[in-house]
């Protein structure tokens, strides 16, 4: 039986997608709670550097959709929701987006009602939760031993905690948010280090559980023969990219808008990592892979 490589090399598309998108959306929970909090020429700056968790998420969408492969398949799409997880998925990314990104462009509007504003952003961040959700339980099948465990949603949903913070505080220190700079910073980081942890733990209790894991054909491990090397290199990656962010800010020092902005990539290719790993196990409880 030959590795998974191939298997997930040809759903990249989805690799990208559940990359960015899940933590693309938390950050812009994360800079949606701190806009709420905000008044004056801060909401103003905020409120136009919400576009970099949306522009994220958007990526990761749009790299989706290329899955579908002829676009008629997404009306078939659609009437599955309520029917089919992945049906639930696509349905919930197209009103978080849509939610986001009416609201981002509502704010260019002449006489735009900030009460309207307020309470179309606590539903767009309420859609971001659920597209989270809907994502990490979209992938959950019978047939396919290796996907229908706990672990498949607890790290996705690790994997938005993970990358989300790092995402918010870049965005928020392009937004030139002082809180960014100092307590908010701090906090963020040191919660993505915690996720971090923790989701380091979980992969390797998901390896362990592949080894018990075979069909007629072969065992689940040997899909994924790389599987301890690329949990070090997704921990590595990821802990590389939040001393990156969190060193300067634990220092007091300054935080450029260049480094907060490498530190999210790097956190972000560390997740790509894992997510590649994911698709590599797919495994069919039949002969099939």
């Known amino acids: 039986m030959s590795t998974g490589f191939a298997t997930a090399l040809g759903e990249i598309t989805l690799v990208l997608f559940t990359t960015l998108a899940p933590s693309g959306a938390l950050a812009f929970v994360l800079m949606g709670a701190a806009l709420l909090r905000e008044q004056g020429e801060a909401r103003v700056r905020i409120n136009r550097f919400l576009i970099v968790p949306i522009f994220v998420s958007l990526i990761g969408l749009v790299a989706s959709a290329t899955h579908l492969g002829n676009p008629d398949n997404a009306l078939y799409v659609f009437t599955q929701v309520g029917h ?3 049906s ?3 349905f919930a990314a197209v009103v978080f987006m849509g939610l986001a990104g009416v609201y981002w462009l509502y704010q260019f509007a002449d006489r735009a009602n900030s009460r309207v504003q307020r309470a179309w952003l606590v539903v767009a961040m309420v859609s971001a939760v659920a597209f989270v959700a809907a994502v ?6 019978r047939t396919i031993v290796t996907w229908n465990t ?3 949603p607890v790290a996705l949903c690790l994997n938005a905690l993970v990358g989300g913070p790092v995402l918010a505080v870049a965005g928020l220190h392009a937004a030139n948010w002082e809180p960014a700079a100092r307590g908010f910073g701090r906090t963020m980081v040191a919660a993505s280090g915690v996720a971090l942890a923790v989701n380091v733990a979980v992969y390797a209790v998901q390896g362990m559980d592949l080894a018990r894991m075979a069909n007629a054909v072969g065992s689940a491990a040997a899909l994924v023969p ?3 090397a690329m949990v070090v290199l997704f921990a590595a990656l ?4 939040l001393a990156m962010a ?3 800010l634990f220092r007091r020092a300054e935080l450029s808008r260049r480094r907060a902005a490498a530190a999210a990539a790097l956190v972000y290719a560390g997740i790509f990592v894992m997510r590649f790993a994911f698709y590599m196990m797919h495994m069919t409880s039949g002969i099939s892979l």
């Open 84 to 86: 089919s997880p992945l």
């Open 88 to 90: 639930n998925e696509v």
């Open 136 to 141: 990490a339980f979209a992938y959950a099948g």
């Open 150 to 152: 706990p672990f498949v």
């Open 226 to 228: 790389q599987y301890p």
């Open 238 to 241: 990821c802990a590389v990219g």
């Open 246 to 248: 969190g060193v300067p």
